[in-house]
C-alpha cells in the first residue's frame, strides 16, 4: 500500500471513530432529551433553544463525517460542540487528574483534537465528495 492510500485510510478510520463516538452521544441525547443541556445553558444565561444545536453537533455533524459528506464542517461542528460542552459542562474539571492519573477531560479533548485534526487534513479519498 503507497503512502497517499495509507493517508487516505488513516483518515477514514478516524472520520469513523470520531463520527460514531460523537454519534452515540446524540443518538443518547434524541432518546432521553435536551432538558439537562437546556438547563445548563439557562443557568449560564443562555436560551435553552441553542440546546439544539448538540443535535447539530452530535447527530448531523458524525453523520458527515461517517459518509465523508462535507466532513470538513462536520469535523467543524463537532469541534465547535466540544468547545461548548467544555463551557458549560466541565470547566470545573479543567484542572483535574481522574483516578488513573490522566487529566480528567482526555476524552473530551481527543473529540476536540480529532475534530480539529480532520478539519485541517480533510476527509481523504474514502469519502462521498471529498470535501
Do not use: C
Request: aromatic share 8%.
Amino acid at each position: 500500500m503507497n503512502q497517499a492510500a495509507q493517508q487516505d485510510l488513516g483518515k477514514l478510520v478516524l472520520r469513523v471513530a470520531l463520527g460514531v463516538l460523537i454519534l452515540l452521544h446524540g443518538i443518547a441525547k434524541l432518546r432521553f432529551g435536551l432538558d439537562p443541556i437546556a438547563g445548563m445553558l439557562q443557568s449560564h444565561g443562555l436560551p435553552h433553544y441553542l440546546a439544539y444545536g448538540a443535535l447539530v453537533g452530535e447527530v448531523l455533524a458524525p453523520l458527515l463525517l461517517i459518509l465523508g459528506w462535507y466532513a470538513r464542517i462536520g469535523a467543524a461542528l463537532v469541534a465547535v460542540n466540544m468547545l461548548f460542552a467544555f463551557a458549560l459542562a466541565h470547566m470545573g474539571q479543567l484542572t483535574q487528574l481522574n483516578g488513573q492519573g490522566g487529566w480528567a477531560l482526555e476524552l473530551q479533548a481527543m473529540f476536540l483534537a480529532s475534530a480539529v485534526a480532520l478539519l485541517l487534513l480533510g476527509p481523504g479519498k474514502y469519502s462521498l465528495n471529498q470535501r
